[in-house]
Nanobody, 123 residues
Framework: QVRLAESGGGLVQAGGSLRLSCAASGRAFSTWTIGWFRQAPGRERAFVAAVNWGDGRTYYADSVKGRFTISRDDAKNTVYLQMNSLKPEDTAVYHC????????????????WGQGTQVTVSS
């Protein structure tokens, strides 16, 4: 059974930074693609970024390009999301999940969702 656990969220002022972690247990990420999504109150879950564990290819939503960086640590079986220049509109619960195939930015193509970590950016 694969389990993902997010951590690293918190309260930060606009312009600040946070690093989120997504740790896997149950099996190694191997050649999977792992994605980060976020969901603000009253809004649908939105794609943020993804990384292919095998070749390191990355994908980003336009809204975070140049500010967020996704990376992986093979030894720790963990995916990170470095978030810089945070804006109030980045406030949401951030989740990681395993991509199963199809459109990489579509939440319906992911499984094994973590419980999420809250990110709040104050203005």
């Amino acid at each position: 059974q694969v389990r993902l656990a997010e951590s690293g969220g918190g309260l930060v002022q606009a312009g600040g930074s946070l690093r989120l972690s997504c740790a896997a247990s149950g099996r190694a990420f191997s050649t999977w693609t792992i994605g980060w999504f976020r969901q603000a109150p009253g809004r649908e879950r939105a794609f943020v970024a993804a990384v292919n564990w095998g070749d390191g290819r990355t994908y980003y939503a336009d809204s975070v390009k140049g500010r967020f960086t996704i990376s992986r640590d093979d030894a720790k079986n963990t995916v990170y999301l470095q978030m810089n220049s945070l804006k109030p509109e980045d406030t949401a619960v951030y989740h990681c999940a395993v991509y199963l195939g199809g459109t990489v930015s579509d939440a319906e193509t992911y499984a094994y969702w973590g419980q999420g970590t809250q990110v709040t950016v104050s203005s």
